[in-house]
């Protein structure tokens, strides 16, 4: 059955990236895009003796976080698919990967990430950047927990930066709107759901902060009030 509030959603979400992505080049200074999560570059030195490595990147983007990752781990075979609803994300994603020589590592794929399967036990590092708020109820997001948790291997880490308690204002108006996510939880409820699948794993992050930004609607300019959840953990052996 249609659910119009998801395709509305979504609808919302491919504009405010399409003008994102047409507008900012990756690394642009000033930008969201301007760099990676610092987090994601922390938890790297966890992989530097591995002989190998494979990640999974979800709701990638055009490659802010798994670049510099690969470009981070260079000297281990290195291989990433990166997942993305939108198809002009996976575009530049692979054009930025030419652009930064890693390419031979990165698989892009468009796909929905309620969709995508994740094979069990493949992945050393799986990433969750804004993404799992974009999953299309909270039923899907315990069960891609789940798979999220099998798919890693042993000592595995999955690092996940997620908005919760989100508000919507017009910019000029200041009139509240519809939040333009599919889940819109209290940061509470969010780290119940996180514990739980993760139960017996090592939290090795796990900090809230507010932030305010600016993002593209059809109708104008709109402010986002969120706290932003960052959240890592380590599949123990
Ligand atoms: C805020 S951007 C973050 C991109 C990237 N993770 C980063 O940190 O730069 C969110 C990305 O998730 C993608 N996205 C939204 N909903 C998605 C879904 N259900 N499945 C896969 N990707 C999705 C959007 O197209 C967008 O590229």
Same mark, same amino acid.
């Given at each position: 059955m249609r659910d119009y509030r998801i395709e509305q959603i979504r609808r919302a979400e491919a504009y405010s990236h399409t003008e994102a992505y047409n507008k900012l080049a990756l690394f642009?200074?000033?930008?969201? %895009?301007?760099?990676? /999560?610092?987090?994601? !570059?922390?938890?790297?030195?966890?992989?530097?003796?591995?002989?190998?490595?494979?990640?999974?990147?979800?709701?990638?983007g055009v490659g802010r976080n798994c670049i510099p990752v690969i470009q981070a781990l260079r000297g281990i075979p290195c291989v990433m698919n990166c997942v993305d609803i939108l198809p002009l994300a996976i575009d530049k994603l692979r054009e930025n990967a030419e652009k930064y020589r890693v390419e031979s590592s990165i698989n892009g794929i468009v796909?929905?990430?309620?969709?995508?399967?994740?094979?069990?036990?493949?992945?050393?590092?799986? %990433?969750?950047?804004? /993404?799992?708020?974009? !999953?299309?109820?909270?039923?899907?997001?315990?069960r891609k927990l789940d798979e999220i948790y099998r798919g890693l291997r042993q000592d595995g880490i999955a690092c996940f930066v997620i908005n919760t308690s989100i508000q919507e204002h017009?910019?000029?108006?200041?009139?509240?709107?519809?939040?333009?996510?599919?889940?819109?939880?209290?940061?509470?409820?969010?780290?119940?759901?996180?514990?739980?699948?993760?139960?017996?794993?090592?939290?090795?992050?796990?900090r809230v902060v507010h932030y305010q930004y600016d993002t593209y609607r059809e109708s104008g300019i709109v402010r986002l009030d969120t706290d932003v959840l960052t959240y890592a953990v380590k599949k123990r052996s």
């Open positions: 642009e200074p000033g930008s969201w %895009l301007s760099g990676p /999560v610092k987090t994601i !570059l922390e938890l790297l030195p966890h992989f530097q003796n591995r002989r190998s490595f494979r990640g999974l990147d979800l709701g990638c796909c929905s990430a309620d969709q995508y399967p994740i094979a069990e036990e493949q992945y050393d590092l799986i %990433l969750g950047v804004s /993404v799992l708020e974009h !999953l299309d109820s909270v039923d899907t997001l315990a017009d910019r000029s108006s200041g009139a509240s709107r519809n939040v333009q996510f599919e889940i819109n939880m209290s940061t509470g409820e969010m780290e119940r759901i996180l514990d739980a699948a993760f139960s017996g794993s090592e939290v090795l992050r796990r």
